[in-house]
């Protein structure tokens, strides 16, 4: 039996403020285990980053609060700790790679110091030693001239570089558990290649976990061994990477994947799925998706399903399988 | 034959360093090093590349929000390259920028439809009829009155993204420069916005440099594309001809690179060696020769010439 490493069971993450509140986590199950690497995909705004960076507390600054469910992380609830056990946790145990990068460099600082910082923080290493270690992690993720851009601020390096820069950090302290929020989406594929490479590396070798969110739908397939796909902050479905690209059950995934760009590909018009994502004071009743939903039955309007077991190791939240045999999870 | 919308010619940029805390010996970062090539009206050249390799440092100088070292920028056959502020300000209004980073490009403390209304107001778009235009550029691009007064802390990376196309098209350009705009969506959401710029160009006879590394994206949009590496285009072709023969060995390594939607597909994939080289001491002769898997001695000395090869398909590469 595998061995849990991240367990997020129900998860709600509320943001209230004068004009009402926004759901924007509401039902997020996600389990991971060690050395696994688990995909999330889901609509732009359905709560991925939400939900990573509840895992990692930091809504401290904004006016968003866990309202429900639990997050534990090889069992200790990280909800219950202190900010200072849970200081030595983050950058440490769990690493993350931020979407923007420019919200988590800061601006004033050198970049090798901000490498270092962590490093030093973490690994116990004396000023030279946390150089030395940033410059190499730089040239791991393929930045050229490291020598020089340890000493550059963040407004001088491109947006790849900036990235990279974020990459580095997060695996400069050979975390247990890596989350990747969108890691590689302003990098060239061959870079690209050379990264995702890197974190399989570390997957491997450092039995590192890694949740990783993208919308790359070809980094999915080849980098994750389980997929997650979110809509308007619920999970509705999941399971391994074979059966959501050729059995995908919920009507959201199968649209999701009939949008994906190919190479080679002649059309005029790409598909997409008509409508767009309900905003939160105007949440359909129901099953979030039933207004754009292709096979949408009554009930979807009326009654939010719940989700279901409906195979082995497969999960969904679509009222065309809630009358299967079905297991409650 | 029509002039082209823009035409760049022999456009470098030098970023100066300095070497050590002393002063020391003065060095540049050769982010753009002679780059030429022309947009006609209601066309979509798609720019892909290495990151670091120069592409959004082409795209501010179009924009001119950057100097170009050296070369010219010509729009509509006027040169626009060394115009002052004052001057630029009564064509800024034809070319609009969609930034690659939507976190920082976005003013944090203005609600988001006074971010879409700032254009309006400073081309002088008549009031009464602003907040009108505002909502229906929010829908154009998948939002609504809900999002309008709203901060852009409380988005998610692909809803930013997608204020900044909003913002973009306001004023109703003639080109737009749009850096990455997609990369922050979810498929679904860029099928959507790539129709969008599509639609919005075939009714405006739109013009877009459209910088990507998602090179199936770039496919759809583009009519022409450019392969970029290290300050210099290295090829540069109609869309069909550099997809079904790319001729550098770069843009081969590129397109093999692709990750596809198959979990069951394992590719064969041309893995670049080598160090990745500096814009501030690129290699001599040809800049990829260090990575480049047939590089030859003459590749080492001589720098390639961009040649074209055939029909409207340019390569800067000895083998050719
Ligand atoms: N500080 C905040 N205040 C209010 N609402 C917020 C805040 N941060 C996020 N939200 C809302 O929470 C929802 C989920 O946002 P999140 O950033 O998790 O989306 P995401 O799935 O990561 O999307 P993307 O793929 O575009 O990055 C969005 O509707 C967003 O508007
Ligand atoms: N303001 C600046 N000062 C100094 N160097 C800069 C500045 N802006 C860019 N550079 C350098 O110029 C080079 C090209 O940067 P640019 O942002 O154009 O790359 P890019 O092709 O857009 O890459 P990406 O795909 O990563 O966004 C990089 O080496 C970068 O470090
Ligand atoms: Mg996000
Ligand atoms: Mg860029």
Same mark, same amino acid.
């Given at each position: 039996?595998?061995?849990?490493?991240?367990?997020?069971?129900?998860?709600?993450?509320?943001?209230?403020?004068?004009?009402?509140?926004?759901?924007?986590?509401?039902?997020?199950? !996600?389990?991971?285990?060690?050395?696994?690497?688990?995909?999330?995909?889901?609509?732009?705004?359905?709560?991925?980053?939400?939900?990573?960076?509840?895992?990692?507390?930091?809504?401290?600054?904004?006016?968003?609060?866990?309202?429900?469910?639990?997050?534990?992380?090889?069992?200790?609830?990280?909800?219950?700790?202190?900010?200072?056990?849970?200081?030595?946790?983050?950058?440490?145990? !769990?690493?993350? !790679?931020?979407?923007?990068?420019?919200?988590?460099?800061?601006?004033?600082?050198?970049?090798?110091?901000?490498?270092?910082?962590?490093?030093?923080?973490?690994?116990?290493?004396?000023?030279?030693?946390?150089?030395?270690?940033?410059?190499?992690?730089?040239?791991?993720?393929?930045?050229?001239?490291?020598?020089?851009?340890?000493?550059?601020?963040?407004?001088?390096?491109?947006?790849?570089?900036?990235?990279?820069?974020?990459?580095?950090?997060?695996?400069?302290?050979?975390?247990?558990?890596?989350?990747?929020?969108?890691?590689?989406?302003?990098?060239?594929?061959?870079?690209?290649?050379?990264?995702?490479?890197?974190?399989?590396?570390?997957?491997?070798?450092?039995?590192?976990?890694?949740?990783?969110?993208?919308?790359?739908?070809?980094?999915?397939?080849?980098?994750?061994?389980?997929?997650?796909?979110?809509?308007?902050?619920?999970?509705?479905?999941?399971?391994?990477?074979?059966?959501?690209?050729?059995?995908?059950?919920?009507?959201?995934?199968?649209?999701?994947?009939?949008?994906?760009?190919?190479?080679?590909?002649?059309?005029?018009?790409?598909?997409?799925?008509?409508?767009?994502?309900?905003?939160?004071?105007?949440?359909?009743?129901?099953?979030?998706?039933?207004?754009?939903?292709?096979?949408?039955?009554?009930?979807?309007?009326?009654?939010?399903?719940?989700?279901?077991?409906?195979?082995?190791?497969?999960?969904?939240?679509?009222?065309?399988?809630?009358?299967?045999?079905?297991?409650?999870? | 034959?029509?002039?082209?919308?823009?035409?760049?010619?022999?456009?470098?940029?030098?970023?100066?360093?300095?070497?050590?805390?002393?002063?020391?010996?003065?060095?540049?970062?050769?982010?753009?090093?002679?780059?030429?090539?022309?947009?006609?009206?209601?066309?979509?050249?798609?720019?892909?590349?290495?990151?670091?390799?120069?592409?959004?440092?082409?795209?501010?100088?179009?924009?001119?929000?950057?100097?170009?070292?050296?070369?010219?920028?010509?729009?509509?056959?006027?040169?626009?390259?060394?115009?002052?502020?004052?001057? #630029?300000?009564? #064509?800024?209004?034809?070319?609009?920028?969609?930034?690659? $980073?939507?976190?920082?490009?976005?003013?944090?403390?203005?609600?988001?439809?006074?971010?879409?209304?700032?254009?309006?107001?400073?081309?002088?778009?008549?009031?009464?009829?602003?907040?009108?235009?505002?909502?229906?550029?929010?829908?154009?691009?998948?939002?609504?009155?809900?999002?309008?007064?709203?901060?852009?802390?409380?988005?998610?990376?692909?809803?930013?993204?997608?204020?900044?196309?909003?913002?973009?098209?306001?004023?109703?350009?003639?080109?737009?420069?749009? $850096?990455?705009?997609?990369?922050?969506?979810?498929?679904?959401?860029?099928?959507?916005?790539?129709?969008?710029?599509?639609?919005?160009?075939?009714?405006?006879?739109?013009?877009?440099?459209?910088?990507?590394?998602?090179?199936?994206?770039?496919?759809?949009?583009?009519?022409?594309?450019?392969?970029?590496?290290?300050?210099?285009?290295?090829?540069?072709?109609?869309?069909?001809?550099?997809?079904?023969?790319?001729?550098?060995?770069?843009?081969?390594?590129?397109?093999?690179?692709?990750?596809?939607?198959?979990?069951?597909?394992?590719?064969?994939?041309?893995?670049?060696?080598? $160090?990745?080289?500096?814009?501030?001491?690129?290699?001599?002769?040809?800049?990829?020769?260090?990575?480049?898997?047939?590089?030859?001695?003459?590749?080492?000395?001589?720098?390639?010439?961009?040649?074209?090869?055939?029909?409207?398909?340019?390569?800067?590469?000895?083998?050719?």
């Amino acid at each position: 039996m595998a061995e849990k490493i991240l367990e997020i069971k129900n998860l709600q993450t509320h943001f209230t403020s004068d004009s009402g509140v926004v759901k924007a986590v509401d039902g997020v199950t !996600i389990t991971v285990n060690k050395g696994e690497t688990v995909g999330v995909v889901g609509e732009s705004g359905c709560g991925k980053s939400v939900t990573s960076l509840s895992v990692m507390r930091l809504l401290k600054d904004t006016p968003g609060k866990i309202v429900g469910g639990t997050i534990e992380f090889e069992g200790k609830n990280l909800e219950a700790i202190s900010e200072k056990e849970m200081r030595l946790i983050r950058g440490n145990e !769990i690493a993350m !790679i931020f979407q923007e990068p420019m919200t988590s460099l800061n601006p004033v600082y050198k970049i090798g110091r901000q490498i270092a910082e962590a490093v030093q923080l973490h690994l116990k290493y004396d000023k030279r030693q946390a150089r030395e270690h940033a410059i190499n992690m730089l040239k791991l993720v393929g930045i050229p001239r490291a020598e020089e851009i340890v000493d550059e601020f963040p407004y001088q390096l491109s947006g790849g570089m900036r990235q990279r820069v974020m990459i580095a950090m997060a695996m400069a302290c050979k975390p247990k558990l890596l989350i990747a929020d969108e890691p590689t989406t302003a990098l060239d594929v061959t870079i690209q290649a050379q990264i995702l490479d890197l974190m399989r590396k570390l997957s491997k070798e450092g039995d590192t976990a890694i949740m990783l969110i993208t919308h790359d739908l070809g980094v999915v397939a080849e980098m994750c061994d389980r997929v997650v796909v979110m809509y308007a902050g619920k999970v509705v479905e999941e399971a391994d990477v074979f059966t959501i690209f050729e059995n995908p059950k919920h009507p959201y995934t199968e649209g999701l994947l009939y949008s994906v760009p190919k190479l080679g590909q002649k059309v005029d018009r790409l598909d997409s799925i008509p409508g767009n994502v309900p905003t939160p004071s105007n949440m359909p009743e129901g099953c979030k998706f039933a207004p754009r939903c292709p096979k949408v039955m009554d009930i979807c309007r009326q009654q939010d399903p719940d989700l279901l077991l409906i195979d082995k190791e497969h999960t969904c939240r679509c009222w065309l399988y809630q009358n299967s045999e079905v297991l409650e999870v | 034959m029509e002039a082209p919308l823009v035409e760049v010619k022999n456009l470098k940029k030098y970023f100066p360093k300095n070497k050590g805390l002393f002063g020391g010996k003065k060095f540049f970062v050769k982010a753009v090093d002679d780059v030429s090539f022309t947009i006609k009206k209601g066309e979509t050249l798609g720019l892909v590349g290495e990151s670091g390799c120069g592409k959004s440092t082409t795209g501010r100088m179009l924009m001119r929000l950057l100097d170009p070292t050296e070369g010219q920028i010509l729009f509509e056959g006027n040169e626009i390259s060394s115009l002052n502020d004052n001057q #630029i300000r009564d #064509i800024r209004k034809e070319f609009q920028m969609v930034f690659q $980073d939507p976190y920082a490009s976005l003013n944090p403390r203005m609600k988001v439809s006074d971010i879409i209304a700032e254009p309006l107001i400073v081309h002088g778009y008549p009031k009464e009829k602003r907040e009108e235009r505002v909502q229906h550029l929010l829908e154009v691009v998948g939002l609504n009155a809900y999002h309008a007064d709203r901060f852009p802390h409380e988005f998610s990376g692909g809803q930013r993204q997608r204020i900044g196309i909003a913002r973009a098209l306001a004023v109703n350009p003639k080109l737009i420069v749009a $850096d990455e705009p997609v990369s922050a969506l979810d498929v679904s959401i860029q099928s959507q916005i790539l129709n969008l710029l599509k639609d919005l160009q075939e009714e405006f006879n739109l013009t877009y440099l459209f910088i990507a590394h998602d090179l199936s994206v770039v496919e759809h949009i583009s009519d022409r594309v450019g392969v970029m590496y290290l300050g210099k285009i290295v090829e540069l072709a109609d869309k069909d001809n550099l997809y079904k023969e790319p001729l550098h060995p770069y843009t081969k390594a590129l397109l093999s690179a692709v990750p596809v939607p198959n979990p069951r597909l394992k590719r064969e994939r041309i893995i670049l060696t080598g $160090d990745i080289p500096s814009p501030s001491n690129p290699p001599s002769g040809c800049t990829f020769h260090t990575r480049c898997p047939f590089a030859m001695e003459e590749c080492k000395k001589v720098v390639p010439q961009l040649k074209e090869i055939s029909d409207r398909h340019f390569v800067s590469c000895h083998l050719y």
